[in-house]
């Protein structure tokens, strides 16, 4: 055999990442996908700000939207919100041993409200008085 993993059996060898998910912004009610395509994959739970999100939670909000089979673990957010979506989120891959897991690096997904963004932008500090 040229390859050593094409004889080693999948319970032996140690998830990696091969894709994480990266700083993302999006727009309040716009869909969000983060990455997390995981090599040798035993089974991914996605967390943010440290709290486990299940598909198909928060009204149908949330989806593992990839081939998990294949080791994709994607996480769709169909309509993101500031107040619930805005912050860190990792995921979070186990082997085929409890002591087995590995956390992605925590990246920050930011949603903008259009709405405030417009308030601060057309805000000019030069027109309160006393300035």
């Known amino acids: 055999m040229d390859k050593v ?3 080693m059996p999948l319970e032996g060898m140690k998830q990696s990442f091969e894709k994480q998910a990266i700083e993302t912004v999006v727009n309040v009610g716009h869909p969000v996908v983060m990455d997390c395509k995981v090599i040798n994959k035993g089974s ?3 967390y943010k700000d440290k709290r ?3 598909s198909g939670t928060h009204h149908g909000r949330y989806w593992y939207s990839g ?3 294949q080791g994709d673990c994607r996480i769709k957010i169909s309509s993101a919100y500031a107040k619930v979506d805005d912050g860190l989120w990792e995921c979070l891959i186990t082997g085929f041993d409890s002591h087995d897991y590995h956390y992605s690096e925590p990246v920050r997904l930011i949603v903008r409200d259009l709405a405030e963004q417009e308030v601060e932008e057309s805000f000019d500090p030069s027109e309160i008085e006393g300035s």
């Open 5 to 7: 993993t094409d004889a």
């Open 44 to 46: 991914c739970v996605w």
């Open 52 to 54: 486990p999100i299940g």
């Open 67 to 69: 081939d998990q089979k």
